[in-house]
Nanobody, 114 residues
Framework: VRLVESGGGLVQPGGSLRLSCAAS????????MNWYRQVPGKERELVAS????????NYADSVKGRFTISRDNAKNTVSLQMNSLKSEDTAVYYC????????WGQGTQVTVSS
């Protein structure tokens, strides 16, 4: 299983970023996918989830209405559109799948700062 995140960077408060995760090594269209984030010294936090068909999504209260998770089962990718970013969204963002065990990507840094 391989998960590769991309799209992080530095953005001003109120700005937008789109993260992507390319997945391989398993039947992508059969599994729910998740985005987590982690700040140094804190536990990893579940940000958003999407089911295998893309028909059901769930979000942490802190990002509801601002973030949107989506997937493309033809391209084996899952994305996280982040709008109205706040300084507290600064973190390393990880793509995750539960495929017999939890697998993680290497993470992509998102920094929200003026």
């Amino acid at each position: 299983v391989r998960l590769v995140e991309s799209g992080g960077g530095l953005v001003q408060p109120g700005g937008s970023l789109r993260l992507s995760c390319a997945a391989s090594g398993f039947t992508f269209s059969s599994y729910s996918m998740n985005w987590y984030r982690q700040v140094p010294g804190k536990e990893r936090e579940l940000v958003a989830s999407i089911n295998s068909l893309g028909s059901t999504t769930n979000y942490a209260d802190s990002v509801k209405g601002r973030f949107t998770i989506s997937r493309d089962n033809a391209k084996n990718t899952v994305s996280l559109q982040m709008n109205s970013l706040k300084s507290e969204d600064t973190a390393v963002y990880y793509c995750n799948v539960l495929y017999y065990q939890r697998y993680w990507g290497q993470g992509t840094q998102v920094t929200v700062s003026s």
